[in-house]
C-alpha cells in the first residue's frame, strides 16, 4: 500500500475500532475488538479503563499490519468515543484508582437526588444544558473519590487525573503528556459551563470535584499531543463524543441540520448555532462543532426504546425472524388497520419524561394480524422521532428542512419512507453510515489542512433521499392517533 492516511479510533460502549481513511476520505479497512463489560451489581456498568488502552492499541497495530502500512504513513489521528463514562488514574504511576464507571451506571442516583434536593437542578440546567442524572460523568468523579481510601488526599495533592475516554486513551498516547479533552465530551460532565465554556466554580464546588484534576478542554479539531509510537510522532488532531462525531459526520455543519441515529435507541442532535438555546421542551443543549470544528451549540433528546422494539418482536414475541424481516411484512400491508404501538418499556424520554409509563398496544380488532403488529412497531420509531423532532423545532425557532439519518436500523426503507411520510420533512440515508468514525477523521483532517467543510460535503455520498407522498391530512390523522395512545401510557404505574 502506497499513500498517507488518517486513522479514526472509535472507542464505543462494547468495543474498540481502528479505521483507516485514505486522503480522499474513502474508509480503506476497518478493525475492531470487544471488551469487557462488569456488572459488579444490580444497575453498577464498569469498564476496565486500562484494557480499553491495551485493546485500542492492538486495533491500531492490527491496522496498520493488516494493510502493510507503517505508523510513519499516518498523518493523523482522530479519536471519538463513548460519552460521559468517567476514569480516574494516578497521574505518577499511570494506573487507573478505580474501574471506569460507564454512562449506563446508576450507582449514582442518590447523589442526583441530593442534588435535586438542595434546589441547584435549576442552575445546572441553564449552565450545563443538562438535567441532574446519573448519567453524567460529575456525580461518577465524586462517587470515585469519595469511595477508593486516599482518594480526596491524593487528589488534593495534584496526584489524579479525571477524564472521559478520550483523555484518557491521549495521556495514554502521549506518554503522560497532554491532559486534555475537548469541548463536546466536556459538555457531558455536568461540571462545564457551556454558556462561559470554562469549567464551573460553582458546581464543582457543590459536587466536590477538585478544579486540579480535570483536562484542559480544547476545540475538537486542534492539536492534542503526539502519540509517540515506532520512533514516530502522530499527531493527534480530532477529537469529538459519539454523538456530535456523527453529527459531523453527517456535514450537519450549519444552524438547524440534524441528524438520527437509529440503534437500540435513537439519537437526535441538532445543530443550533453560535448562540446558546436553552429547551423548553425537556431537550438537552450540549457542545457540538461548526464547519471548522469549533465549538457550537446543539439541541439533544434521546429516545429510550427504538431498534430495541424490533428485537422484542425477533426474541420477545417471536413473530419475526431477523430486524430486517421487519421491513417486507410491514411493506406488504396497506395501513396500519388502527393499530398503534406505544414501546414505552422503560417509560418515555424526550419530551415526555414519563418514568411511569409502560408499553401499549392499541385498537386491536379481530381483523388485527400479526403484519399491523410489525408495521405499528416500527412505526412507532418514527413517531417518537417526530416527537423529539417537533421539540427541537420549537425549541430552536425554526423548523427542520433535511434529516440525516444512521445507525443499523436506517437500513429499513419502510421505516425511512414512513419516516419521512410522518415528518413531512425529506429524509436522507448516506452511502456510508459509519459517520461517527468519519467524524473523527474529518476534524483531524480540517486540522491538518487537508480537508475543509464544502469537501467534506462533496464527499459524503447520498444512497437514497426519502420524500414524503402522504397527504397532510393523513399525516394529520396518524400523528393525532399517536399522541392519543400516548397520553394512554403515561403513568400506568404508580410512582
Ligand atoms: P447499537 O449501536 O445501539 O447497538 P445498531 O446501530 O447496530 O445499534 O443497530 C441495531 C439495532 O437496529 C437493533 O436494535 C436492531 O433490532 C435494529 N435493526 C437493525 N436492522 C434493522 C432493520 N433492517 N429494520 C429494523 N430494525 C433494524
Known sequence: ????????????????????????????????????????????????????????????????????????????????????????????????????????????????????????????????????????????????????????????????????????????????????????????????????????????????VPAGILPRVQPSASEFGLFEIDDVSIPICGVAGDQQSALFGQACFSAGMAKNTYGTGCFLLMNVGKEFVQSKNGLLTTLCCDANGQVCYGLEGSIFIAGAAIQWLRDGLQVIESSPDSENIASAVADNHDVVVVPAFAGLGAPYWNMYARGAIFGLTRGTERSHLIKGTLDSLAYQTRDVIDAMAEDAGQPLEMLKVDGGACANSYLMQFQADILGTPVERPEVIETTAMGAAYLAGITLGLWNSELIESNRKVDRVFKSTMSEEERKSLYTQWKKAVERTLDWVDA
Open 1 to 208: 500500500m502506497n499513500g498517507k492516511y488518517i486513522v479514526a479510533l472509535d472507542q464505543g460502549t462494547s468495543s474498540c475500532r481502528a479505521i483507516l481513511v485514505s486522503q480522499q476520505g474513502d474508509i480503506v479497512a476497518i478493525e475492531q475488538e470487544e471488551f469487557t463489560q462488569h456488572f459488579p451489581k444490580a444497575g453498577w456498568v464498569e469498564h476496565d479503563a486500562e484494557e480499553i488502552w491495551e485493546v485500542q492499541l492492538k486495533m491500531f497495530r492490527q491496522l496498520l499490519h493488516n494493510q502493510g502500512i507503517q505508523a510513519g504513513d499516518v498523518l493523523g489521528i482522530g479519536i471519538t468515543n463513548q460519552r460521559e463514562t468517567t476514569v480516574v488514574w494516578n497521574k505518577h504511576t499511570g494506573q487507573p484508582i478505580h474501574k471506569a464507571i460507564v454512562w449506563q451506571d446508576r450507582r449514582t442516583a442518590p447523589i442526583c437526588e441530593d442534588i435535586k434536593q438542595s434546589g441547584h437542578d435549576g442552575y445546572i440546567y441553564e449552565n450545563t444544558g443538562l438535567v441532574v442524572d446519573a448519567y453524567f460523568s460529575g456525580t461518577k468523579v465524586k462517587w470515585i473519590l469519595d469511595n477508593v481510601p486516599d482518594a480526596r488526599a491524593m487528589a488534593a495533592k495534584g496526584d489524579l487525573c479525571f477524564g472521559t475516554m478520550d483523555s484518557w486513551l491521549i495521556w495514554k498516547m502521549t506518554n503522560g503528556k497532554s491532559h486534555v479533552t475537548d469541548y463536546t465530551n466536556a459538555s457531558r460532565t455536568m461540571l462545564y459551563n457551556i454558556r462561559t465554556l470554562e469549567w464551573d466554580p460553582k458546581i464543582l464546588d457543590l459536587i466536590e
